[in-house]
């Protein structure tokens, strides 16, 4: 079993019921799936970006990403109906734990000048958006085979519905937050 997945079960769901006074385990909120996106903009200029990108996010999540492509014709970007304009990834289940493990572990870490993400990023139902800046802060990315450094966005979506729960079930994972500083202390600075 995924280690988060153990932790969730064990000390999370435990904590969350005794601070939030849920009386039944299944109404704790739980990580209902996480999508993982890059935009690709620039694959209309190079086919070769696409094909790294979706080569990439594949080695990252272990599963095949899904093309999207544009909805509308836009001529600003010189962007036609149909073409193909970046590549994402649902994970469930055990992968999307797993996923998760590595990003909190492995790769925030690996983020120069870290200092934790926003803990405002709720959408005002619970769920929660982060990105990254590029593909190369993930291990299984081989820094020497990438040509396009590509960042990615990551969506947390949570069950139940409320922001100040999945903030609280996410600390309880170890999610790097940033802490705020006081007000006199933005001041001074």
Same mark, same amino acid.
Request: proline share 4%; net charge positive; charged share 30%.
């Given at each position: 079993? =995924?280690?988060? %997945? +153990? $932790? !969730?079960? #064990?000390? $999370? ?6 601070? *939030? ?10 990580? &209902?799936?996480? $999508? ?8 209309? &200029?190079?086919?070769? @970006?696409?094909?790294? =990108?979706?080569? +990439?996010l594949g080695t990252i999540t272990g599963q095949k990403p899904l093309i999207t492509r544009a909805k509308k014709s836009?001529? /600003? *970007? ?12 649902? %994970?469930? #289940?055990?992968?999307? !734990?797993?996923?998760? +493990?590595?990003?909190?572990?492995? /790769? ?19 769920? !929660?958006?982060? #990105?990254? =800046? ?19 966005? $990551? ?7 409320? +922001?100040?729960?999945? @903030? ?18 933005k001041a001074r600075a």
């Amino acid at each position: 079993m =995924a280690r988060l %997945l +153990d $932790v !969730y079960k #064990g000390t $999370v769901v435990p904590e969350l019921m005794k601070k *939030f006074g849920y009386t039944n385990r299944m109404a704790v909120p739980r990580l &209902e799936k996480i $999508v993982v996106n890059m935009g690709v903009g620039r694959a209309v &200029e190079n086919k070769k @970006r696409m094909e790294d =990108a979706v080569r +990439d996010l594949g080695t990252i999540t272990g599963q095949k990403p899904l093309i999207t492509r544009a909805k509308k014709s836009v001529s /600003a *970007f010189k962007l036609r109906q149909g073409q193909e304009i970046g590549c994402k990834v649902t %994970l469930r #289940g055990k992968r999307m !734990y797993e996923f998760l +493990d590595r990003a909190i572990s492995l /790769a925030m870490p690996r983020i120069r000048d870290f200092r934790g993400f926003s803990p405002d990023s709720f959408d005002g139902r619970g769920n !929660y958006s982060f #990105g990254f =800046a590029e593909q190369t802060v993930f291990p299984e990315i081989n820094i020497d085979k990438v040509e396009f450094v590509q960042g990615m966005d $990551v969506t947390l979506s949570f069950t139940g519905g409320s +922001d100040e729960a999945s @903030r609280e079930l996410m600390r309880l994972m170890g999610f790097p937050f940033r802490r705020e500083e006081s007000k006199e202390g933005k001041a001074r600075a």
